[in-house]
């Protein structure tokens, strides 16, 4: 049994609806007689994956950390106080 597309219409299958563009399964003699209304269904071949050759750079940049203040930096850049 081969593949088959639906065209132009929904067609009742196995006691089932369906529509355009479905794919059934049909005989050479169910074929023959839906000839208007289904079309063979090309094999496709499986596709391949293709290798992703564009190389990115990831650069990292480190978070400049400000700090409010006027402390030294021994006391984490706070302020004594005195």
Known sequence: MAKYK?????????GVS???GS??????LQAKKL??????EKEKAPAKQT???????SETKKPEV???GD??????????GK
Do not use: A, C, P, Q
Not at 23 to 28: A, G, N, P, R, V
Not at 35 to 40: H, I, K, S
Not at 71 to 80: A, F, I, P, Q, V
């Open 66 to 68: 400000k700090t409010e």
């Open 35 to 40: 000839e208007g209304f289904v079309e063979l």
């Open 71 to 80: 402390g030294d930096s021994k006391n984490g850049g706070e302020s004594n």
């Open 23 to 28: 794919i059934i399964e049909l005989t050479d």
């Open 18 to 20: 369906r529509g355009e």
């Open 51 to 57: 290798e992703n050759k564009t190389k990115t750079k």
């Open 6 to 14: 639906v065209k132009n219409t929904t067609i009742l299958h196995d």
